[in-house]
C-alpha cells in the first residue's frame, strides 16, 4: 500500500468576481430595462459583485472558479487572516491570487480528486450544480431540510449532475432557490455575472423570512455538546474529533494513523487540535498517544496550553524526551524547559498528566521526569510533529496512534 495522506474534504462552490475595483453601483452596461438591474443593483452596492475599472459590469462575462471563491468570502461576510493557512489544492499555491479565497471558501466550494491529490480548477467555469451547492450551504438548508431526490426526475437531464451534489441540488429545487426551465437543470452550463448576481439576490434579501437568513455560520445552528473524553485510533480517515480547519499543517490518516505535511517551507512546527470541551475543568487533565518512529528520529508527540501558534510541546527524539515551549509556527528553534533520558523505539507511548501548574510525563506507563510552576492558561491541545518527522516521506515517517484524553477530577 502506497503511503500517502488522505484529507477529509467536503467540498462544496460557488460564484464570484475578479478583483474589481470600481465600487459603483451604476453601470453602463446595465439599464434598467436589464432583465437583472435591480439584482445587480443590490449585489453591488452591499459590495458583493462589484464592477469594472471603466465602469461597466459585464454581465454576460462567464465566471471563473478561482472568481466564485472570491465572492463568496463577500456573501459569507468571512474575514481573511493570512496565517496557518496550508495549501489543499494542488492547483492553487500560495501565490495564486485567489489562495487565501479559496482556502477560506471551503465550506462552500466543490473540488476535484484524484486519488489522494486535490484540485480545483480555478481557472474553469462556476457551473449551476456549484452554484446549488453554495447557495444550500450558505443559508444552512443542507443542516434544516433533508434532500427529495425524486424532485430531480423533473429534469431530463437530470443524469448530467454529479453524483456527491445530487442531494444539495436537490434541496436548491425544493427551497426554490434554483430553477430549471423547459423540463432541464443544466447542471453543467456556467454562470454569467448577471445570473450570479440575481441568484444570490434570491438567497440572501428576496426571502420572506429575513430574520433566518443570515450568512454562515448560522447563528441558530445548536452548539453540540463537546466531549471531555476522547479516544481515537485513526481507524477513519475523517478526523471527526479534531478541528482541522484551524491545524497547522495539513494533517491526515496513513494506514491508520496521523501524520501531517506542509507544502508551506517556512512552516516548521505541526498542531492538530483536539475538539473538546474547554470550559469543562482544564487544570486537571491527561493526553497519551503511540509515536511511531518509521526510520525517523520521533520529533512528534502531544502539545498544550496553546493559543495564536504558541503551545508547550512534549515530544521525543533519538535519546530524550523533551518540555519545550514553541513560540512561533515558522522557527525551528524552541526554548527547553526540561527533559528526560529516552531511548527511542519504534513504537513509543508517552503521556502527560496536567495539573493545575505542573505536568508529568510518562513514557510506557511509567514516570519520566515533571516540571512544576508552568504558566498555563490556554486550552488548545492536540496531536504535535515537527517538520522533520515527515521530510522524507513516505519512505520515512513519524505517525501517531492511539490517542487518549480525559478531563479528571
Known amino acids: 500500500m502506497k503511503r500517502v495522506l488522505t484529507f477529509l474534504m467536503a467540498v462544496m462552490l460557488f460564484v464570484t468576481v475578479v478583483p474589481f475595483v470600481s465600487a459603483s453601483t451604476t453601470f453602463s452596461d446595465v439599464p434598467r430595462s436589464h432583465w437583472a438591474y435591480k439584482e445587480i443593483q443590490a449585489m453591488a452596492s452591499k459590495g458583493i459583485i462589484k464592477g469594472y475599472e471603466d465602469g461597466k459590469f459585464r454581465p454576460n462575462n462567464k465566471v471563473t472558479r478561482a472568481e466564485f471563491a472570491k465572492i463568496m468570502i463577500a456573501a459569507a461576510g468571512v474575514d481573511i487572516h493570512k496565517q496557518k493557512v496550508s495549501q489543499t489544492f494542488q492547483d492553487v499555491p500560495r501565490n495564486h491570487w485567489a489562495f487565501y479565497y479559496v482556502e477560506y471558501a471551503k465550506p462552500y466550494l466543490t473540488g476535484y480528486k484524484s486519488g489522494n491529490k486535490y484540485t480545483y480548477k480555478p481557472d474553469q467555469y462556476a457551473v449551476r450544480e456549484d452554484i446549488a451547492v453554495a447557495l444550500v450551504r450558505l443559508l444552512g438548508y443542507d443542516r434544516t431540510h433533508k434532500a427529495d431526490l425524486s424532485v430531480l426526475k423533473r429534469f431530463n437531464d437530470d443524469d448530467r449532475i454529479s453524483a456527491a451534489l445530487r442531494p444539495y441540488v436537490a434541496i436548491s429545487i425544493q427551497t426554490d432557490l434554483m430553477k430549471g426551465s423547459n423540463n432541464y437543470f443544466r447542471p453543467q452550463d456556467a454562470i ?102 518509521n526510520g525517523t528520529n520521533g520529533l512528534g508527540g502531544l502539545y498544550f496550553n496553546a493559543k495564536d501558534g504558541k503551545a508547550h510541546v512534549v515530544f521525543l527524539n533519538k535519546d530524550r524526551v523533551t518540555l519545550a515551549t514553541v513560540d512561533d509556527v515558522n522557527d525551528d528553534d524552541f526554548d527547553t524547559i526540561a527533559s528526560g533520558s529516552y531511548k527511542l523505539k519504534g513504537t513509543n507511548k508517552l503521556k502527560i498528566v496536567v495539573k493545575d501548574d505542573a505536568v508529568s510525563i510518562y513514557m510506557n506507563n511509567q514516570y519520566l521526569f515533571g516540571q512544576e510552576k508552568l504558566k498555563l492558561s490556554n486550552t488548545q491541545l492536540g496531536l504535535y510533529l515537527q517538520k522533520d518527522a515527515t521530510k522524507d516521506a513516505p519512505r520515512k515517517l513519524t505517525s501517531l496512534d492511539n490517542f487518549t484524553f480525559k478531563v479528571l477530577d
Open 192 to 293: 454569467t455575472r448577471a445570473e450570479a448576481a440575481s441568484l444570490l439576490y434570491r438567497a440572501l434579501l428576496d426571502r420572506e423570512d429575513d430574520e433566518t437568513k443570515v450568512v454562515f455560520p448560522s447563528p441558530d445552528k445548536p452548539t453540540p455538546e463537546l466531549p471531555t473524553s476522547v479516544s481515537d485510533n485513526f481507524s477513519s480517515e475523517e478526523l471527526k474529533n479534531w478541528d482541522t480547519d484551524n491545524a497547522v499543517g495539513t494533517w491526515g490518516v496513513i494506514n491508520k494513523q496521523a501524520t501531517a505535511t506542509t507544502t508551506d517551507r517556512k512552516l516548521e512546527h505541526f498542531f492538530l487540535p483536539l475538539i473538546w470541551n474547554e470550559k469543562a475543568n482544564t487544570d486537571h487533565f491527561e493526553m497519551s498517544v503511540d509515536v511511531n518512529a
